[in-house]
């Protein structure tokens, strides 16, 4: 169940109250006229079905509260009550399966933002990558893959191209190509400075390495896991279940990719750093590509009469 707080001008209220209650799935309705002060109106709240949700969200705005008023969506965790259960059942479909398609674009605009946070995530997690690379070391690249935070521009790109978003398709790609740029300069100066002090050396980047040289050695197995990955990813957005992100994060070699061209390219071992950034494409085009097509699946499933 989700909950609703609105705030509506007063000579509003009348049609969002009516609206309400003629959407199927909503309960616990709520008016306090004159409470709100800014924007000045009244609050009307209420519960409505998952599934239903998305519906009373659009027919809201197409009001135009989100310009007059506020609409706020929280998501229930507990709520012990028959209305609820009865609701849940009168409305269409299955509340795992619904997309609040707002709440989407708002979230993933917020995991695409390019800020200091983000760029110290990328960079962080590309030179843990970058160590566990030249030490053949699987743990770290795991690790490097759960703390990179590169799924959510991905993520936001492929909403961005169903929802025809072109300001969050910019605002993606520019936290993708900038954060990525930024984490391998830093790792490139990284790599000379842990050669310095004898960390790093040609000789264990040119070993055989056989727990981490897919890395710079694509093949179709990269490009089909991404593609899984991508679509695991986006149905944790979609579903509320975040926690199959991590599972995400670590079926996919963007940030040791990265990592491993950077080594590479510090080392002028040009054959792996090519190898490694032709990883880094596929993945990013596998994920993106499985991202656009879920979420189209999910849009057309969810329209279906």
């Not at 239903?52 to 197409?62: H, T, Y």
């Not at 989407?104 to 933002?113: C, M, Q, V, Y």
């Not at 790599?191 to 179709?220: C, G, K």
């Amino acid at each position: 169940m989700l909950h609703l707080r609105l705030i509506t001008p007063s000579d509003t209220t009348d049609a969002v109250v009516r609206l309400i209650e003629k959407t199927v799935g909503t309960t616990h309705l709520v008016v306090v006229p004159g409470a709100a002060r800014n924007p000045a109106g009244d609050v009307v709240m209420c519960d409505v079905a998952r599934e239903a949700g998305d519906e009373l969200i659009s027919s809201l705005q197409e009001l135009g509260l989100d310009r007059t008023g506020s609409i706020a969506v929280e998501n229930i965790d507990l709520s012990l009550s028959k209305r609820a259960d009865k609701a849940e059942k009168e409305a269409p479909g299955e509340g795992a399966d619904a997309v609040l398609w707002d709440h989407l674009t708002d979230a993933t605009h917020e995991e695409s933002t390019l800020s200091v946070t983000y760029l110290a995530f990328i960079t962080l997690a590309t030179m843990i990558a970058a160590c566990g690379v030249v030490l053949d070391n699987a743990i770290l690249i795991v690790g490097a893959m759960a703390v990179g935070p590169e799924f959510g521009p991905l993520a936001a790109f492929s909403t961005s191209i169903v929802q025809r978003h072109p300001r969050l398709a910019l605002r993606s790609l520019i936290a993708l190509l900038v954060g990525f740029a930024v984490a391998m300069v830093v790792t490139v100066g990284f790599s000379f400075f842990m050669d310095a002090v004898h960390l790093f050396s040609d000789e264990q980047l040119d070993a055989p390495r056989p727990n981490t040289n897919f890395i710079y050695r694509p093949d179709w197995f990269s490009f089909v896991v991404a593609v899984l990955a991508g679509c695991a990813g986006t149905l944790s957005l979609t579903s509320a279940k975040s926690g199959a992100l991590v599972g995400v994060a670590i079926s996919v070699t963007t940030v040791p990719a990265a990592a491993n061209a950077a080594v590479a390219f510090s080392y002028s071992e040009y054959k792996q750093a090519w190898g490694s950034t032709e990883q880094l494409l596929l993945n990013l085009l596998g994920i993106v590509l499985a991202g656009t097509l879920t979420l189209l699946l999910q849009k057309w499933l969810w329209r279906r009469p």
